[in-house]
């Protein structure tokens, strides 16, 4: 097992940090953003797989390619997708599409424009949206931050 403070990696090289506690074969562990996770023991290692970068290393930028969604686009799996977007995260952003000047209610706008405005303020594209939809309390780590993010450089 592992011992707290230890630095440990996930095995799929995008996830590490130190871990907090051990309970059982659940390891809770701290990444550098202060995000808290729990991973099974062994799905962990105290050796960073090929590829992974050092806790605490600058994460990646990520530059949205221009892809707009359009009505045509959608389909049940983007409706399904949307619908798994934590409610707060919905709500915060739709606060900020309706104080546009002549934006008019988040809630008549179609499921392509909901996703490209989501997409937009979370700086989460619906790729990744979709990647996380399983895992909905990450894809609302993410997106907060996105919204954290998009807020400080707004205000």
Do not use: W
Not at 51 to 61: L, S
């Amino acid at each position: 097992m592992f011992k707290v403070g230890q630095t440990v990696y996930h095995r799929d090289g995008k996830r590490s940090g130190t871990v907090l506690e051990c309970d059982g074969d659940t390891v809770f562990i701290e990444q550098a953003n202060g995000a808290e996770l729990d991973f099974p023991f062994v799905q962990l290692s105290t050796t960073p797989p090929v590829g992974a970068k050092p806790p605490g290393a600058a994460p990646e930028v990520y530059t949205m390619a221009n892809r707009t969604l359009t009505a045509a686009d959608v389909t049940p799996e983007h409706v399904r997708v949307l619908g798994l977007v934590p409610v707060r995260t919905v709500q915060a952003v739709a606060a900020l599409y309706e104080r546009k000047p002549g934006a008019g209610r988040f809630g008549a706008l179609d499921a392509a424009a909901k996703l490209n405005f989501i997409a937009e303020v979370t700086a989460v594209p619906y790729r990744t949206m979709r990647e996380y939809a399983d895992r909905p309390g990450e894809m609302g780590l993410l997106m907060g931050k996105g919204l954290a993010d998009s807020q400080r450089r707004a205000g």
